[in-house]
Each structure stands twice: as C-alpha cells, then as structure tokens.
C-alpha cells in the first residue's frame, strides 16, 4: 500500500510542485488549497500554509482546516517546511535546524478539534520521533550536518518581538522562536498524525540582531531554498526505503 506523506510549507517555499495544479476543498474548518501528486513512490499532498498567494497572517492561518485535509485524505506524517529567528548567536541565519521541543505563547487561535468534549494529550513529544530522525538523516545527506536537539518557541505574531521578550525566551530556554509552528503540532498530534518540521533560520532575533529588513529575510530563503527542497526530497526517500 502506498504510503501518504503531507507537506506544509511556510512563506517562500509554495513552489516546491511548480508543474503541479491546484486542488482547493471545503472541509468542515474552511476551505483548503493543496496540491497532490507522487514523488519517490509516496502519495504527497502540498498545502502552502498561508495559501497559494502566501496572504494569510500566522494568526489567521486556517490550522485545523490544513491538518483536518491530511487527514481526511490518508496521511500518515506531516513534514514541514518553517522559517524561525535565532535565539542565540551561535545559531546563525542560513542554518537549518530540526526542533525537537516548543514552547507555546500563542494565544487567540482555534486550538483543538475537540470543542465538545475534554481531550488531553500527551505533548511530552511534541515532534514525532520517528520523523525527526528521518529529518536528521536526510538534513545529513543533503548539508553532511545535522542540527537538532533544540527548542522553538512559537508566538501570536504578527509584529516581531521586543528585545525584553526575545531575552525572556531564551531564560526560559528556547533556541528559536517563529509565529506558525503551534498549534500546528498539537492539531497533528490529535489526529495521531507524525509531524515534525525543517526550519531555516532567517534572521536573529529583536536584541541581538543586526537591523534587516525584509530583503534580508528574502535573501536567506532563496539561497536556502533548494536545499530545504531537497532535505524534503531525501526524506521521502527514507521513508519509502524504510517501508
């Protein structure tokens, strides 16, 4: 039986299908725009996460609607495609890194699937293990590194930090910080989905960084661009190798 791998990719990276056309679908959160293909022998479905267009604020992103379609049409991990802001100087913009923890400071977006009844689960793993090893192994064969092992911290967005807020987050341990990561994770995990993401960092953030504009940010992406393509490539590959 084929396998079906889902594919979220942040702003800048929607055009990993480019020869592909447009699916767009109501479900029961709201309309979804994907594309769906094969690729190394895997079903994939695509959805930009901000939509073709990439117009749709962190905030706004229609979240369950994305993870409700992987669902609905059968698969089994979501690998995501993220930019983030570096916490700490070592960890430069252009690295690619595999988050393995989060924590979670968004706070007015639809959370759950489960509006009727009390669900809680378990989130000691926030990123699928299995998944996250595949991301190490691939980001390896691509980059012949892999870094991993850190902390990201997600926010509500759409401003960018303060420089007390930035100095709070890495008190309190986080590594990088974005504005999408939550509660895309925890929609996955309800519906048992493995998830877990490739994240470029495209710039520092507010206290350490040097002031760049959204050109810089631009510049990173581009640059970046294949081998965060590739990094997704190479593991769909180990996942159809790994059977």
């Not at 190394?40 to 959805?47: D, S």
């Not at 009727?116 to 064969?141: M, N, T």
């Not at 960018?160 to 309190?172: F, I, K, V």
């Not at 998830?195 to 040097?210: C, G, Q, R, S």
Request: one cysteine or more.
């Amino acid at each position: 039986m084929t396998k079906t791998v889902g594919i979220i990719a942040g702003a800048g990276f929607e055009r990993l299908l480019p020869n592909e056309s447009w699916l767009t679908t109501e479900t029961v959160y709201g309309k979804v725009e994907f594309m769906e293909t094969e690729i190394e022998g895997l079903k994939v479905i695509f959805i930009p996460r901000h939509g073709k267009e990439s117009i749709q604020q962190p905030h706004k992103v229609n979240y369950r609607g994305n993870i409700w379609l992987m669902k609905s049409r059968g698969a089994e991990y979501i690998i995501a495609i993220d930019q983030a802001y570096s916490l700490r100087k070592i960890l430069k913009p252009g690295m690619i890194i595999i988050p393995t923890d989060i924590i979670d400071f968004t706070k007015n977006r639809e959370i759950t699937f489960f509006e009727d009844k009390p669900v809680h689960i378990d989130f000691s793993e926030p990123f699928c293990g299995k998944l996250v090893k595949v991301l190490e192994k691939s980001s390896e064969r691509v980059l012949k590194y892999f870094l991993s092992e850190a902390v990201i911290a997600v926010i509500e967005g759409p401003r960018l930090m303060t420089p007390a807020e930035a100095a709070s987050l890495r008190m309190l341990g986080a590594d990088i910080v974005n504005m999408t990561t939550m509660p895309e994770a925890a929609l996955a995990k309800e519906l048992n989905l493995c998830y877990a993401t490739v994240t470029l960092i495209t710039n520092y953030a507010a206290e350490i960084h040097t002031k760049q504009g959204l050109g810089y940010f631009e510049k990173i992406v581009d640059e970046k661009r294949q081998q965060m393509f590739q990094i997704v490539l190479e593991a769909l590959k180990i996942l159809r190798e790994e059977g």
